[in-house]
T-cell receptor, first 112, second 110 residues
Framework: DVKVTQSSRYLVKRTGEKVFLECVQDMDHENMFWYRQDPGLGLRLIYFSYDVKMKEKGDIPEGYSVSREKKERFSLILESASTNQTSMYLC???????????FGPGTRLTVL | EDQVTQSPEALRLQEGESSSLNCSYTVSGLRGLFWYRQDPGKGPEFLFTLYSAGEEKEKERLKATLTKKESFLHITAPKPEDSATYLCAVLGGRDDKIIFGKGTRLHILP
C-alpha cells in the first residue's frame, strides 16, 4: 500500500512566522504535489515536483515555496504566514506509470 | 475551458436507499477519471480510476461508470459508514493536468 505521511495533523502559527510542512512517501514515486483545500473552493494546486530538486508552480503559488532535496520528501514553506493561509494542506504522490495521486492525511494550519 | 462539475453538492439518503453521484467534465483528451472518498478532517482516499468510455469498476457497495461526458458513482444499499465527501478528478485537457471537482457531501441516515 502507498503510504504518504505529513509532519503534523494540526498546526497553529502566528502571522509573520515561517512555517514548514513536510511530506514523506514510501513508494519511490517520482511526482509529488502540494494542495490546499478550502470550503467552496475545492482542491487547489500550489506546487508540484517531478524529480529531486525540480519544482513547478501550480495554480496558486504566491506566498509559498517548496523544497525537494530527496525523492521521498517534499516540503512546503510559508515564508511569512498570513491569516489567509489558514487552510487544510494536502500532500500527494504519484508514480510515473500510474497516473493516480495518493494523498496524505492532511495538515490543518491555523494562522492567528 | 476545462471543467469538472459534480452534482449534487450534498445528498441525504436513508440507509439502504440506493442513488448515484454525477461527475460531468468538459476536458479534451481524457487520460483518466478518478474517484476519491474524503472523511472530515482527513485526506482523500483513492477509490477508482477509469480510463475509457464504457469502463466500470466496483468496490463493495460502490460502482463507478464512465461515458464520454460524465461519470457516475452508484451507491447500492448504502450504510451510515458510507457518509463522506466523494471527489471526482479528471486528468487531461489543454494543459494535461488533473482537475478536481468540488465534491458531493453524502450523508446516510440510519
Amino acid at each position: 500500500d502507498v503510504k504518504v505521511t505529513q509532519s503534523s495533523r494540526y498546526l497553529v502559527k502566528r502571522t509573520g512566522e515561517k512555517v514548514f510542512l513536510e511530506c514523506v512517501q514510501d513508494m519511490d514515486h517520482e511526482n509529488m504535489f502540494w494542495y490546499r483545500q478550502d470550503p467552496g473552493l475545492g482542491l487547489r494546486l500550489i506546487y508540484f515536483s517531478y524529480d529531486v530538486k525540480m519544482k513547478e508552480k501550480g495554480d496558486i503559488p504566491e506566498g509559498y515555496s517548496v523544497s525537494r532535496e530527496k525523492k521521498e520528501r517534499f516540503s512546503l514553506i510559508l515564508e511569512s504566514a498570513s491569516t489567509n493561509q489558514t487552510s487544510m494542506y494536502l500532500c500527494a504522490s504519484e508514480g510515473v506509470f500510474t497516473d493516480t495521486q495518493y494523498f496524505g492525511p492532511g495538515t490543518r494550519l491555523t494562522v492567528l | 475551458e476545462d471543467q469538472v462539475t459534480q452534482s449534487p453538492e450534498a445528498l441525504r439518503l436513508q440507509e439502504g436507499e440506493s442513488s448515484s453521484l454525477n461527475c460531468s467534465y468538459t476536458v479534451s483528451g481524457l487520460r483518466g477519471l478518478f474517484w476519491y472518498r474524503q472523511d472530515p478532517g482527513k485526506g482523500p482516499e483513492f477509490l477508482f480510476t477509469l480510463y475509457s468510455a464504457g469502463e466500470e469498476k466496483e468496490k463493495e457497495r460502490l460502482k463507478a461508470t464512465l461515458t464520454k461526458k460524465e461519470s457516475f458513482l452508484h451507491i447500492t444499499a448504502p450504510k451510515p459508514e458510507d457518509s463522506a465527501t466523494y471527489l471526482c478528478a479528471v486528468l487531461g485537457g489543454r494543459d494535461d493536468k488533473i482537475i478536481f471537482g468540488k465534491g458531493t457531501r453524502l450523508h446516510i441516515l440510519p
